[in-house]
């Protein structure tokens, strides 16, 4: 069974940073493309950043600049991180990953996700 666990949200002041972790387990054959999503109250859930397996990355407008997206292969993990962090920048983030498990097919997983609120 695959699972992907987040870490590192919180409480942080406008023009602070957080780094974010997700860390993909279980029976993986191979990751293909990871990324972070995030979902504020009444919005809907929108791209903040993917990377490809070959380290190709890709950034939502509003946080170019700003967030890094990078990754880990060797323990399955990709990172976010947030600098100058604006309030609007408050959401629930989701960590996603395209597995391919062992002994299944291809299939998108999401994690549980993480609480990041920028305070005023």
């Known amino acids: 069974q695959v699972r992907l666990v987040e870490s590192g949200g919180g409480l942080v002041q406008a023009g602070g940073s957080l780094r974010l972790s997700c860390a993909a387990s279980?029976?993986?054959?191979?990751?293909?493309?990871m990324g972070w999503y995030r979902q504020a109250p009444a919005k809907q859930r929108e791209l903040v950043a993917t990377i490809t397996g070959g380290g190709t990355t890709n950034y939502a407008d509003s946080v170019k600049g700003r967030f890094t997206i990078s990754r880990d292969n060797a323990k399955n993990t990709v990172y976010l991180q947030m600098n100058s962090l604006k309030p609007e920048d408050t959401a629930v983030y989701y960590c996603?990953?395209?597995?391919?498990?062992?002994?299944?097919?291809?299939?998108?997983?999401w994690g549980q996700g993480t609480q990041v609120t920028v305070s005023s």
């Open positions: 279980g029976n993986i054959f191979s990751i293909n493309a």
């Open positions: 996603n990953a395209e597995i391919t498990p062992k002994y299944s097919s291809f299939s998108n997983f």
